[in-house]
């Protein structure tokens, strides 16, 4: 057991910064949560609300602090500009980069968070709601007054008739006997506001799994953009009715010593003062929590709406094997990026107000800007064929957003490995490499090793990318730095029979059959258990080495070589893991 703990941590120590701001939020709001929970469960101000509905509402405005808390944090984790500035400074350590490339799955995080409050929070309501129908359902009986601490039928009924009185305050918000709790609910604004909330946090959910944003991802936008508004909109104005009272006269009427005395309220001795109770709402303060990251985000949907103006013209597109769609952008000088950056694409022909996130492929020395898309959704599929009637489409441009990606350059050596479409982010990587090659020899500066991993199910894949890598290989030849890039290709399924035959046919030929490059390629699944073994097996340094690893694709895949880069770091070398996702 012990073997396993330090192996588990061992697992662990590269992805520290990460768990530990995972374990600062969780515990901020553990803590906030318990210093709220005690407040509502001791606090004389809350003394009567307690009687009625026990800790129901110690329940509920614990849940309602962190939900208000997470609240203010979930939409700036989709401020894409804002994080990307922030990204872009020098002063960032790549610890603090790759946390804030982390920021939608922090994002999932808080909002798997709020949807876990929420059901806490509308548990200890429908226990209040319940409890405020008794309340008012209970009778005053005379007869049975005074210490009788289990039956607090009339203290009950007391409270629930004060605002009959003149200038009387009342803490129930039911003012009819023998309510149907369900209909209460839907009679006050925090009732309704509620059930529409948690109708639109269901659907926010439901939408939001892997599936449905790669296959129907017009259904997770259009669902997120519209019920996220909903819900932002109703949790502003959720307490605005002030259902939730407190005691605002303790000095002049302590419930501990008066609760029990109620049929003598007034009262005033020499030992204590009983006034009639008074009670005021509490103050709303949702729409406080979260005004400043909503105007933040507007700003970012206004820097998007304004953007939308900015056409961009097709200058070609081209259709690759495996279902690729290569469209080609004029720059016209408008738009500038860095190598592993992406950018969301908008088609007014196919959508006004859809936006897709895609990997731009071209380099920022290329004279057009190139996204490479797989046709697997109903939008792409549109796209497709609006390409086949009408070649001359214009588009906009949001972006370009820094993604983990970008930072290839601040490594001495790194592992670059795409599987399938994945490899799109690596191609204006390796591109940007060529261009810094065939300019007057010049070196790559930080950069010295490149390995480059594909992973492909299908032949037909290696077309597209096939070129660029017999031009960045002739180029790496000519270079000062002959052994920069050291790539392998594998295939894991889709050859024929007669294929396999041709393969073992030409095996000794100078050239790959498949991909026309010098490097062969490799037949079932790479063993990068086995390659990063290798790799950390070096020399002891008098410095530790850094090596970044990048990776896009399966998440199944990702999180074996998460593991495998975790495990095989050593005390001479780190594989720093990071995973393409926007």
């Known amino acids: 057991m012990i073997i396993q703990a330090l192996r588990n941590i061992k697992l662990l120590k590269n992805e520290i910064p990460r768990y530990l701001i995972l374990g600062v939020w969780l515990l901020i709001n553990l803590i906030a949560f318990l210093m709220v929970y005690f407040s509502f469960h001791n606090s004389l101000k809350y003394f009567y609300l307690r009687k009625i509905v026990q800790d129901g509402i110690s329940w509920s405005r614990a849940s309602a602090f962190c939900i208000n808390l997470n609240a203010a944090i979930i939409l700036l984790l989709v401020c894409r500009n804002s994080i990307t500035y922030f990204r872009s400074f020098m002063c960032c350590s790549p610890n603090v980069v790759r946390v804030i490339d982390k920021h939608v799955s922090f994002h999932r995080y808080v909002a798997y968070l709020i949807f876990f409050l929420t059901i806490i929070h509308t548990i200890g309501h429908v226990h209040n709601i319940e409890n405020f129908v008794e309340a008012k359902n209970a009778k005053y009986k005379p007869s049975e007054v005074g210490t009788n601490e289990e039956d607090l039928s009339g203290l009950f009924s007391t409270l629930s008739l004060l605002n009959k009185r003149p200038n009387g305050t009342f803490i129930n918000p039911v003012d009819t006997e023998n309510a149907v709790p369900l209909f209460e609910a839907f009679k006050i604004l925090a009732g309704v506001s509620g059930i529409i909330m948690c109708l639109s946090l269901s659907i926010l959910a439901s939408t939001s799994s892997e599936s449905i944003r790669k296959s129907f991802y017009n259904l997770f936008w259009y669902s997120h953009q519209i019920f996220a508004f909903i819900f932002m909109s109703f949790f502003c104005i959720h307490g605005a009715q002030r259902i939730v009272k407190i005691q605002t006269n303790v000095k002049n009427h302590n419930p501990q010593q008066c609760y029990l005395i109620y049929h003598e309220w007034p009262v005033k001795t020499e030992t204590k003062q009983c006034d009639i109770p008074e ?105 497709s064929k609006k390409l086949e009637e009408k070649k001359e489409l214009k588009m906009s441009i949001d972006g370009p957003f820094g993604s983990c990606a970008e930072d290839v350059f601040k490594y001495e050596s790194v592992v670059l490995i795409g599987a399938g479409i994945g490899v799109t982010p690596y191609a204006s990587i390796l591109k940007h490499i060529w261009y810094i090659l065939s300019t007057s020899h010049q070196n ?139």
């Open 444 to 582: 790559t500066a930080t950069l010295k090793k490149v390995y480059f991993f594909w992973v492909s199910s299908t032949i037909d894949s290696f077309e597209w990318f096939g070129s660029l890598l017999q031009d960045l290989e002739n180029r790496i030849k000519s270079s000062n730095q002959p052994d920069l890039l050291d790539y392998k290709i594998y295939l894991t399924r889709g050859w024929s029979l007669k294929q396999a035959k041709e393969i073992a046919i030409n095996n000794d030929q100078e050239y790959d059959l498949f991909t026309g490059l010098s490097q062969k390629t490799n037949y079932g699944r790479p063993n990068f258990e086995l390659f990063f073994k290798e790799l950390s097996n070096v020399e002891e340094r008098p410095v530790k080495k850094k090596c970044g690893v990048f990776f896009c694709g399966p998440s199944q895949m990702s999180k074996d070589l998460h593991i495998v880069c975790n495990k095989q770091s050593n005390n001479y070398i780190s594989f720093i893991y990071n995973k393409e996702s926007f």
């Open 279 to 383: 009670f005021e709402g509490f103050m709303p303060v949702s729409w406080i929590w979260v005004l400043p990251s909503i105007i933040l985000y507007l700003l970012e949907r206004l820097i998007r709406f304004i953007r939308s103006f900015r056409k961009f013209k097709l200058a070609g597109f081209i259709k690759h094997p495996s279902n690729v769609i290569e469209l080609q952008v004029e720059k016209m000088n408008r738009i500038k990026y860095r190598a592993g950056q992406y950018i969301f694409l908008n088609v007014s022909e196919i959508s006004y107000f859809e936006w897709h996130p895609f990997t731009i492929t071209s380099a920022p020395d290329d004279q057009y800007l190139s996204v490479h898309i797989r046709c697997t959704g109903d939008w792409t599929g549109k796209l």
